[in-house]
């Protein structure tokens, strides 16, 4: 890929079964999606984010809270976010180290 230019990909699943306080009855997955591009020494930068692409993280989970009981249907949220970022008076680290660990790292 072009310098500058990152592709992200993010997959998860939930299964069924408990968890603390929670009982999942259905399993669920999901699939994000992020492009990011940086003009300018990275001064400036664009995000593209699209969460749960494929519409698939709903789940039925029941609740348990004390003497209450809850059953949740799970809505599906796919959603989309364009970032927009620009870093003023960014300058560049000027530490040069100077290997002050070098002579531990050699001694062992």
């Known amino acids: 890929m072009p310098i500058g230019f990152g592709l992200d990909i993010d997959l998860g699943a939930d299964t069924p079964g408990d968890n603390e306080n929670a009982y999942v009855a259905e399993g669920c997955w999901y ?3 992020g492009f990011y591009k940086s003009f ?3 001064r400036l930068s664009i995000r593209l984010q699209a969460d749960d692409l494929f519409n698939s993280s709903a789940a039925m ?3 348990y809270s004390g003497n209450r009981v ?3 249907n799970q809505e599906v949220r796919r959603s989309i976010a364009l970032t927009l970022r620009y870093k003023f008076n960014a300058t560049k680290s ?3 180290g100077t290997g002050a660990g070098e002579s531990q790292k050699s001694r062992m």
Do not use: Q, T
Request: hydrophobic share 60%; no cysteine; proline share 0%.
């Open 61 to 63: 989970a029941v609740l």
């Open 40 to 42: 300018f020494d990275e």
């Open 70 to 72: 809850m059953a949740v």
């Open 94 to 96: 000027k530490y040069k």
């Open 31 to 33: 699939a994000n999606v």
